[in-house]
């Protein structure tokens, strides 16, 4: 039988010069404009984006071992930064990310960028950034921003988030992390499985959030017409009105408690279930509160 040894000895070797060594340095820098689109995608390690007044993007930070190499392609409307695999495309492929070290990316940008950011197991920084689209999608970092970004769409499986900052609109899924929002914005839609959502406002104008086994908490004032829907399989559900409340307040459990400063509780003769129908002042808001095995709460602040 041949022996395959000086073969595989080069074919490490190539491999080896392929990669990056533990450690590299990352320092590089992009002259942009004022609102480019920036895409970061990193497997493993962190992501931290900060904004300032320089039409400029600087990248600093270290590659870990195992990493292909950092690709930085674009002009100034549109920049790429990628931590590549090496041998490999495509997020999900496992082989290839196990083999990597965490790499750390340290990224100023203009103010007024839209960034979209992709990453596995990084966790995500953001502040200062007010673009008109803040995109974090994660598999199980955890993600915090700090932006005045019109609107912000997250989608993380099993990392919390942590969102600060006024804006517009909010959008955010998961499957079993946390999510907790402190800020202003007149639309919010919050989605998770398992993972609670504590909310705390101002004021809001659309509310909507969903869980199966998390609780959900929320806390402002809904001005004019607002609508705030939110349903539960097994989670509690707490609502605290900040100021005059004027709303029609409909809610519903089938084994659970209600506990409302707000209308009668309603409960059959004959049966399980629990349930409030009532207008408070004009009733120009709507409150949609059900859940199948949770207790709701209704509260005045």
């Known amino acids: 039988m041949k022996t395959m040894t000086l073969p595989l000895v080069s074919l490490l070797l190539l491999g080896a010069g392929s990669t990056a060594l533990a450690g590299t340095p990352i320092n590089q820098s992009r002259d942009v404009d004022a609102s480019v689109r920036i895409e970061i995608s990193n497997v493993r390690g962190s992501v931290t984006v900060s904004g300032w007044d320089q039409n400029r993007v600087e990248i600093t930070g270290t590659l870990g071992s195992g990493s292909k190499g950092l690709r ?41 960028a839209e960034l979209h950011i992709d990453t596995v197991s990084a966790e995500v920084t953001v502040s200062e950034i007010a ?28 990392g919390s988030v942590e969102l600060k900052g006024n804006g517009e609109r909010v959008q955010v899924d998961t499957i079993s992390g946390d999510i907790e929002f402190s800020a202003n914005r007149d639309r919010l839609k919050f989605e998770t499985v ?24 929320l806390r402002g004032k809904p001005v004019g017409d607002a609508r705030i829907d939110t349903e539960t399989m097994s989670g509690d559900i707490r609502i605290e009105a900040v100021g005059e409340l004027s709303a029609r307040i409909e809610a519903e459990t089938f084994s659970g408690r209600i506990r409302s400063d707000f209308g009668k509780v309603q409960e059959p003769d004959h049966g399980p279930g629990r349930s409030i129908d009532a207008t408070v002042g004009d009733g120009k808001a709507r409150l949609s509160i059900d859940t199948f095995s949770g207790d709701i709460s209704i509260r005045r602040d």
């Open 131 to 158: 673009g008109r689209l803040l995109d974090v999608n994660s598999i199980s970092g955890k993600i915090r921003l700090d932006s005045a970004a019109r609107e912000l769409e997250i989608g993380s499986i099993s």
């Open 72 to 112: 930085v392609e674009g002009n100034g409307s549109r920049l790429e930064i990628e931590v590549e695999k090496p041998g490999s495309s495509g997020w999900f492929n496992w082989g290839s990310s196990s083999k990597m070290d965490d790499s750390t990316l340290d990224i100023r940008a203009p103010r007024g």
């Open 194 to 217: 398992s993972g609670n959502i504590t909310v705390s406002t101002e004021t809001y104008r659309e509310f909507s959030a969903s869980s199966v086994s998390g609780d959900i908490n």
